[in-house]
């Protein structure tokens, strides 16, 4: 038997991201905001990609007062002719991006009954074909560059477990974890890592004020096992080991962070 005598790394060393373009969609607001600020601060140069490229003026100010890199490229990830030309401002600001955070994403409460045609096409054409067509150009230059990568797709819990209203989104996240393993599979070959994270109830500005009425704390109390919402500070370490080297063997991968939701 060969015993390899690997040489032990630190925590920090094994999580460190410096060097390394990430490039995060939707990063204007809620997790995608917190998901820029903890790669900055893992070392990562961001580039910080949204539709209004005035909202992320402050973000980008907040990650370089802490010592970090950051720049803003515009994106609508619903429109695939705008892609390559983000990613172009993305090498033009860094170099190629390593790391994608494939987060924007959106919701339309509606019963499946009484949902129109055009609300069905907005939410799988921005959470299923959105993460598809930004997973593919990221991958292809991470293939032409010969550097690999790695593509983390933001899911959520609700790809595992339906609830009534949210049948497209929960569609269009199943398909995402799906689509996570085929990348994982097609990509493997060119190194390109490619996971998701399925988030349970994460407390963000858009669902503060519901989570703090009498509903919203009942179905917290009566669905989440761990009797709480998550915090964005909940995905930190997770985000961190798909990104990082620390995850270097895991791909086409979902995982789970709910408090115990789906269970
Ligand atoms: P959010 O609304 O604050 O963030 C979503 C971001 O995506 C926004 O900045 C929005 O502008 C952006 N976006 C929407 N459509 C876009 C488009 N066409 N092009 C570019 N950007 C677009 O909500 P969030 O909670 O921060 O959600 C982030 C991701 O996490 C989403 O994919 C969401 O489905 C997922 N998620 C959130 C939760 C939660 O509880 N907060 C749970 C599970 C999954």
């Known amino acids: 038997m060969v015993i390899k005598n690997t040489a032990m790394k630190s925590a920090n060393a094994l999580f460190d991201l410096t060097g390394r373009t990430a490039l995060v969609t939707g990063a204007s607001s809620g997790l995608g905001w917190r998901f820029a600020e903890v790669l900055a601060a893992n070392g990562a140069n961001v580039?910080?990609?949204?539709?209004?490229?005035?909202?992320?003026?402050?973000?980008?100010?907040a990650i370089e007062q802490s010592g970090g890199r950051a720049a803003c490229v515009a994106l609508d990830v619903t429109d695939q002719s705008a892609i390559p030309a983000a990613f172009d401002a993305a090498e033009a600001a860094?170099?190629?991006v390593d790391i994608l955070i494939n987060n924007a994403g959106l919701a339309v409460e509606a019963m499946l009954m009484d949902m129109s045609a055009e609300d069905w096409r907005k939410v799988l054409g921005t959470d299923l074909d959105g993460v598809f067509f930004v997973g593919q150009e990221a991958a292809r230059r991470m293939s032409a560059n010969g550097n690999g990568g790695s593509i983390v797709n933001i899911a959520s819990a609700i790809a595992f477990k339906v609830g009534k209203t949210l049948g497209a989104y929960a569609a269009a996240k199943a398909g995402v974890v799906q689509l996570t393993k085929a990348m994982g599979l097609e990509f493997a070959s060119s190194n390109i890592r490619v996971n998701a994270i399925c988030p349970g109830y994460i407390e963000t500005e858009i669902n503060s004020d519901f989570f703090a009425t009498e509903r919203g704390q009942q179905m917290i109390q009566r669905t989440v096992p761990?009797?709480?919402?998550?915090?964005?500070?909940?995905l930190d370490g997770t985000l961190l080991l798909l990104a990082s080297e620390a995850g270097a063997f895991i791909t086409g991968t979902s995982i789970i962070v709910d408090g115990g939701l789906v269970l």
């Not at 580039?47 to 100010?61: D, Y």
């Not at 761990?226 to 909940?234: A, E, H, N, P, S």
């Open 94 to 96: 860094f170099g190629p």
């Open 226 to 234: 761990m009797k709480r919402l998550g915090d964005t500070q909940d």
């Open 47 to 61: 580039v910080l990609a949204a539709r209004r490229v005035e909202r992320l003026e402050s973000l980008k100010a």
